[in-house]
């Protein structure tokens, strides 16, 4: 990671904290984005664009075009930023998979196209996807999640076939995230049995660098304890 610049979607969540974190650790330098308001102020190394609604195409191509001016290039976007819901599609409401699709496909397709042009002009472009294990089956209460992260993947599978060659994009599928606020929900779950964030920065972080040149269009699940 040294020397590389990375944007960072969901940036102050507890994935994408820790993905940030973990990239400024090994020498990157890093956009964080968010919905919620920036919490650091600007440095050489890092920046935090917050308050901003990455499911509004205009919104995610100012963030993107600020984060490229301040470093001066990007060489990696990795896409965090999302959302759940658990509803039964009989009893659920139509404005859930509205929300969870602008929240899961829509911020990764603006943030992306937006990015593309300068990861292209990078010569090493990397675009890091969050799908999700769930999406590869949805049970009972997950189809409006499982609908817009199986989006995600197709959007993954797409853009590395049309910028193959170009610019690498891949997908991590984590099972259940080892979260404060999953503990809180599911406070009988076997924790030992769910993927930590450090885990899948791990992965992601691998995905983003110069030794997965050769990985596009993978869909990577993490976490299969489960």
Known sequence: MQGKVLIVTGALGALGKVVAETASARGARVAGIDHAPSQVSATPERIEIGGVDLSDPAQAKTAVEAAAKH???????????GGFAFETVGDGDIRTWQRLYALNVLTALNTSRAALPHLAASGAGRIVNIGAMGALQAGSGMGPYAASKAGVHRLTEALANEWKGKVTVNAVLPSIIDTKANRADMPKA???????????????????????????????PVGGRV
């Open 190 to 220: 076997d924790f030992s049995k769910w993927v930590t964030p450090q885990e899948l920065a791990e992965v992601i972080l691998f995905l983003a660098s110069d030794a997965a040149s050769g990985v596009t269009g993978a869909l990577i």
């Open 71 to 81: 470093f001066g290039r990007l060489d990696a976007l990795i896409n965090i930023a």
